[in-house]
C-alpha cells in the first residue's frame, strides 16, 4: 500500500523526479522538514511576508536560526518579485541558499506565481533552492513542481485532500536530496535520511506509520483520479469565481488586492468599519452552524474568509452564501437576500460541465 502511495502522491505536485515523505505531522512540521534537511544553520534565506501563514514560517526559519531577509508586502498583496530580482541580481556570490514562498496565503486569499519566481531564478542563473509552501494550494490549484523547478513541496492532509489532520506530504527534487546530504541543521523525527533507508529496504517507514491517514490518503486520491486532477482544479476556479461575484453582489471588497492574486481557494471578504468580521464568524457558527475563517492578526475584526477548498461542489458552496447573506443582513449590513447566491448561480449554470461518468 505505501509504495503505491508514494507512486501515486506524486501525481499530485505533478512530479516524476521527486521523493515523497509522508509524515505523521501537520503544515508546520512539514515546513520543518523542508527547511531542516535542506539548510545549514546561518544559510541565507529569502522569504516573503505577505500573511499569517508566511509569517509564521518565517518566525520557525527565524529560530531555526537561519539568516532569514525577509521581503515584506502589505497583507492583501503578493510576493514582491522586483526586490526578489534586485535581491538575486546583487547576490553574484551566491549568499542566498533558498527562496521560500506560501503559494497560497490562507490568511488573505493570495496566490503567488510560482513560475515568475522560477523564471527569475533561471533568468539570474542562481543556484538558490526553491521551497514551496503548498498547504492550501496543492490538489486545488495549478501547481508543476518539476516543470516550475521547485526543490521542495509540501502539503498537509487537512486541506485539498479533505482528511482529518495529521499528515503533512513533502516532496523533494533531486536537487533538495543532494542538499540534504551536507546540510548540517540538526533533525531526528524529520530526517529524511531514515526515510531513505527504509526506502531501499523496501519497508518504508522508520517509525509507526498513522495507518488510518494512509488509509484516508488513498481514498483521497481515488477520488481525486477519479475526477481527474485537472478537472478538481477547474472545480475549484469556478467555486472561487461564483464566490468572488457573490461578494461583489453583496458590495463588499476582497481583501486580495490584484486579480493576478485571486485565490481560487479561500476568498478573505473586507467588510465596512462599522462591522466585526468576528461577530460575523461567531454568528455563522451560533446561529447557521456554518463555519467561517477568521480574520488574522493585521486583519482580524476587518476581514472574514470562506473556504472553497477540497471535497466541495458547488451546491454546498451556494449554501454557505445564502448563510453568509442571512449573517451579513444579521449583523446590519445591508444586503439584499438573493443578491450574492443569483450572481453565483448565473455564472454556475453556464459553467458546471457535465459529470463525465454520467453523460
Ligand atoms: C498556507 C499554510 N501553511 C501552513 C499552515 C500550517 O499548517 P498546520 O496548521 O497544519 O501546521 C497552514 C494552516 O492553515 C496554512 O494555511
Redesign the pocket.
Known amino acids: 500500500m505505501t509504495k503505491t502511495l508514494l507512486e501515486d502522491v506524486k501525481k499530485i505536485f505533478k512530479s516524476t523526479t521527486g521523493t515523497p515523505f509522508l509524515i505523521p505531522t ?4 512539514a ?1 520543518e522538514s523542508a527547511l531542516t534537511n535542506t539548510l545549514s544553520p546561518g544559510d541565507r534565506v529569502v522569504s516573503f511576508l505577505i500573511g499569517q ?1 508566511s509569517l ?2 518565517i518566525d520557525q526559519q527565524q529560530r531555526l536560526n537561519f539568516n532569514v531577509d525577509v521581503i515584506e508586502s502589505e497583507w492583501g498583496q503578493g510576493a514582491n518579485l522586483e526586490v526578489l530580482a534586485s535581491k538575486l541580481a546583487a547576490d553574484t556570490a551566491h549568499t542566498i541558499k533558498a527562496i521560500c514562498i ?1 503559494h ?3 490568511a488573505t486569499g493570495v496566490t503567488n506565481n510560482l513560475a515568475a519566481v522560477r523564471k527569475i531564478l533561471d533568468y539570474y542563473r542562481h543556484p538558490a533552492l526553491f521551497l514551496v ?1 503548498g ?2 494550494s496543492i490538489c486545488a490549484l495549478d501547481f508543476r513542481m518539476d516543470e516550475w523547478g521547485i526543490d521542495v513541496a509540501l502539503t ?1 492532509s ?2 485539498a485532500l479533505s482528511l482529518p ?1 495529521g499528515m503533512g506530504i513533502v516532496c523533494a527534487s533531486p536537487k533538495a536530496l543532494e542538499a540534504s546530504k551536507t546540510a548540517k541543521s540538526v533533525r531526528v523525527f524529520f530526517d529524511w535520511k531514515d526515510y531513505l533507508k527504509f526506502y531501499k529496504l523496501g519497508t518504508f517507514w522508520p517509525y509507526t506509520p498513522s495507518i488510518q491517514l494512509l488509509y484516508g490518503l488513498r481514498t483521497a486520491l481515488d477520488l481525486i483520479f477519479e475526477e481527474g486532477l485537472d478537472n478538481v482544479i477547474a472545480r475549484h476556479g469556478r467555486l472561487a469565481k461564483a464566490t468572488r461575484l457573490a461578494v461583489e453582489a453583496w458590495g463588499l471588497k476582497n481583501c486580495t488586492q490584484k486579480e493576478e492574486w485571486y485565490s481560487d481557494t479561500v476568498t478573505a471578504v473586507v467588510v465596512p468599519p462599522y462591522i466585526d468580521s468576528s461577530e460575523i464568524v461567531r454568528r455563522g457558527w451560533k446561529r447557521y452552524n456554518l463555519s467561517l475563517g477568521l480574520g488574522l492578526n493585521k486583519v482580524a475584526g476587518k476581514v472574514f474568509r470562506i473556504g472553497h477548498l477540497g471535497n466541495l461542489n458547488e451546491l454546498q458552496l451556494l449554501g454557505c452564501l445564502a448563510g453568509v447573506e442571512m449573517i451579513l443582513k444579521d449583523v446590519g449590513y445591508p444586503v439584499k437576500l438573493g443578491s450574492g447566491v443569483a450572481a453565483a448561480c448565473a455564472y454556475l449554470q453556464n459553467n458546471i460541465p457535465m459529470i463525465p461518468s454520467r453523460i
Open positions: 501537520t503544515g508546520t512540521g515546513w501563514f509564521l514560517w506560501v497560497n496565503e490562507t509552501d498547504v492550501s498537509g487537512q486541506k489532520t
